[in-house]
């Protein structure tokens, strides 16, 4: 089986188990929501001021719900040992990776088209005409945020304490990320808006650099 | 064990030598006088740190590579030297910051990059410690430690292109840089005597780290064999 299909067998393995309980996009959601509101009353920003801190807050906002979100992502395999029958189906391990990376992507992005209307409604930061540019920038961001997020799912899957341990494996290797994601969506925000070729380049580098990484080290990563 | 005394003083000496040339024999800086005189031990530290987190990287792989032991013992001696030297970093430089930029710490690329760095592997000192069994702790400590590094050039980047303060790099640093002979001097004997201090230290750990695990292999040895007794009498 090449690595494509697996990955897309594993995909939609996860988005049947996710369909049935909801119970990881409804939490995403909920507690990104809780963070746009939370912001609200510990800044009270004016219109002006949320368009400036805006795009911090919205990536602050994805990260925490990432690294709560990918937690269970390989942690959920343990209950019933299920990933010792992944490792034993005869797929290259990189596929396993790559499945549960996109899985995890989608439900990022699911729960993004929530946040980001609700941000623009509730901050009056309109997005109109940046819709397109936008979700490129979310794109990459996502994607970069996804790679190491599941690589480091498996990893603290196995510690104890793993809930606590991620954020704290995750958000560090996350800052030039974060950087260059606010940044870029900061210059989509700003009056004209623009697409910021470099730091679109920034997070693809860094989105090329960790996949790579991914795909090199996998084989390590699953094994018992 | 005698030559190893006789290595230590001589490093003491070395350091202190080091300590007397960068406070009495470097000349005064023409705008910073007597705070300057730090930099003699904030660059050579953040060599050394810098040197550990490399060697870190190394015996990552080379854990990866070939499972020995002593690979994973490496990694975790010089990462604990690395935060070491990355700590003495962090300690001098807002203390010469504080009376020469005015204020102890600002977002700059380097300083960020290092604090960065400083967390990173902090972070996985704390897995290491989270992860109960040998061989997995080694291997997915690894896979850490090589993401943690491919890290430091894209933190470094991104806090460049965001806002830089720090000095330029005043050795090879373009036209205008360059040390006063004397200052060159002083610093290349700084360099060597904390380059020296850590990988003696690292050494040391590293020892310290082979000898832990062959005490905790002898205990499990001891236990299994003591089990064995007490259960047949239990029967």
Redesign the interface.
Known sequence: MTTPHAAWILLTKELRLELRTRELLNATIVFSLIVVVLFSFAFDPTAAEARRYGPGLLWIAFLFAGSLMLNPSFAREQANDTLDALRLAPVPPFALVLGKMLANFLFLAIAECVLVPVFSILYNVSLAGIVWRLIVVLFLGDAGLVITGTVFSAVSAHARMRELLLPLLLLPILAPLLIAAVEATASLFADPPALDRTWLSVLAGFDVVFLTASWILCDYLLEE | MKLRILIAVALGALIMFAGYAALFIAPDEATMHAIQRIFYFHLPSWIACFTAFTVVFVANIGW?ATRREKYDALAVSAAEVGIMSCTIGLITGPLWAHPVWGIWWTWDARL?TTF?LW??YI?YL??RG????PA?RA??????G???F??VP??Y???R??RTQHPQPVILGGKNSGLNPIMAKVLLVCVIAVLAVMVLVLIDRYRLELLRREADGLRLEIESRSAIPAGDSGD
């Open positions: 990866l960020t960065i967390l990173l972070s704390l897995l989270l992860l109960d069994e997995r291997t997915l400590s690894a896979v850490f090589i993401f943690a491919l890290d894209l933190v980047m991104s806090n292109l965001w």
